[in-house]
């Protein structure tokens, strides 16, 4: 934004940029909840002035908050030198992400990065790899993935995602595609035999309400697929890059290949799908897949700034640390019913179906979460995020979720007559 286009942002209110974007968006997302101008560290700042402690994070995007001076000045230096090239070359940031990926990883020789734009970018990757390992000559056709899941809006990614509401519009999509019932290990291992090409899996469903697979799940995935003959795909779109306080969710379990994406630039669009081992690695040869932006100098700036704080600033230890600190003290608040997740990916069953109501009145206090459902809240914050601050939470929470009640209660009808006011 030019100095003078922000001077104007901060003399227009929230109201007629409302009525700005509904008069020149298209109304996919609705009519958004404020308007933010300008963020600082974990908070955000709208264009009335008021202030929220954002424990929202983008939906898991912004890993270091908003402007951190590390992030903006690997951006600000990359883009003064090399904005972008395309993939006729590449550049040092592109080898260096990868390179530093794989390691985290803990990948095997032979493995390898491609780079996108987004999650849903990512995955529709993954299912071309998927749909690479087929064979309809053998019956190898099927791509299997679990009731709930989330996988992206384009139409291989949604495919593998389960929401009706989402798929029907659309229909018909890319055919193969089977739903498991989530987290039933026995009806996985029936349903994985030689006539399955792949498995998608999220390590824990957050578009769901932070769904947690049962223990041994990953493992037996991993065995089941591999006996026959079928790539195990983990999405880590939501979960990866320390979201959970471990790099990778599902860490201690090696797939064939992981997506990554909203975290990992910082909140500068970049996906990822790595592959490991030469197999699934060479399933994709040169032509058969492409982007123009994926792996851009700025983005892979962006993601190698973001992985080096998180690591130099041990924000894992924080993450592990403060969630555990704000998952307990959650459970103890009045008109929660459970809480679940890992780290800084924390779902909040409410005792009633307030949760949207809930999340308005977090934002009438200053605090920025969302619902996944009708009971349901979600909280994916910064991952630079202290105790001290998520403790401001904690205090408000339980005059936010009183209000939230009274407002989802229905009216009483009094003084009718016949049915009649």
């Known amino acids: 934004m030019h100095n003078t286009e922000a001077r104007h942002a901060a003399a227009q209110g929230s109201a007629e940029w409302l009525q700005r974007y509904d008069s020149s968006l298209m109304g996919v997302f609705g009519t958004p909840q404020r308007v933010l101008v300008s963020g600082s560290g974990c908070y955000v700042e709208d264009a009335d002035g008021k202030q929220y402690l954002d424990l929202l994070g983008g939906i898991a995007v912004n890993a270091l908050g908003h402007a951190h001076p590390e992030l903006v000045a690997a951006v600000q230096e990359q883009l003064s ?4 090239v395309s993939n006729f070359f590449t550049s040092p940031a592109q080898v260096l992400l990868a390179e530093r990926l794989l390691a985290l990883a803990g990948a095997p020789a032979g493995s390898k990065v491609f780079f996108a734009n987004s999650g849903t970018e990512a995955n529709e990757a993954a299912f071309k790899l998927a749909r690479r390992n087929t064979d309809p000559a053998t019956g190898r056709t099927r791509i299997l993935a679990l009731d709930g899941a989330f996988h992206g809006r384009t139409m291989g990614a949604l495919a593998l995602t389960a929401k009706p509401a989402y798929r029907e519009p659309f229909q018909p999509l890319p055919g193969g595609v089977e739903h498991l019932p989530f987290g ?18 999220e390590p824990i469903q957050g578009e769901a309400g932070v769904r947690m697979l049962p223990e041994g799940y990953l493992e037996a995935a991993r065995e089941a697929t591999r006996s026959a003959g079928a790539l195990l795909i983990f999405d880590e779109v939501q979960t990866g890059v320390g979201r959970t306080g471990t790099w990778f969710a599902s860490e201690g379990v090696l797939p064939d290949a992981m997506t990554l ?3 990992l630039g910082g909140g500068i669009p970049v996906g990822a799908l790595l592959t490991f081992g030469e197999g699934p690695a060479n399933l994709l040869a040169a032509g058969m897949h492409g982007t123009t932006f994926g792996g851009n100098p700025v983005a892979a700036a962006a993601a190698l700034a973001t992985l ?3 690591e130099s600033r041990d924000l894992l230890a924080n993450v592990r640390a403060t969630g555990e600190f704000l998952s307990r003290r959650l459970a103890a ?6 809480v679940r997740g890992r780290g800084f990916l924390i779902g909040i069953d409410l005792d009633g179906p307030f949760a949207p109501a809930a999340v308005a009145a977090a934002l009438e206090a200053g605090f ?54």
Do not use: C, M, W, Y
Not at 81 to 84: E, K, N, Q, V, Y
């Open 81 to 84: 030198t090399l904005g972008h």
């Open 184 to 201: 039933d290990i026995a009806a996985l291992t029936n349903a994985v035999d030689e006539s399955v090409a792949a498995v998608f899996l």
């Open 261 to 263: 994406a909203k975290g």
């Open 308 to 310: 080096s704080v998180l």
């Open 333 to 338: 608040v009045d008109g929660v019913a459970e």
């Open 368 to 421: 920025i979460i969302n619902s996944t459902g009708p009971a349901t809240l979600r909280l994916a914050p910064p991952l630079i995020l202290t105790a001290e601050q998520a403790g401001t939470f904690l205090d408000a929470l339980p005059g936010i979720l009183h209000s939230a009640r009274a407002a989802a209660a229905p009216t009483p009808i009094t003084g009718t007559t016949e049915g009649k006011p």
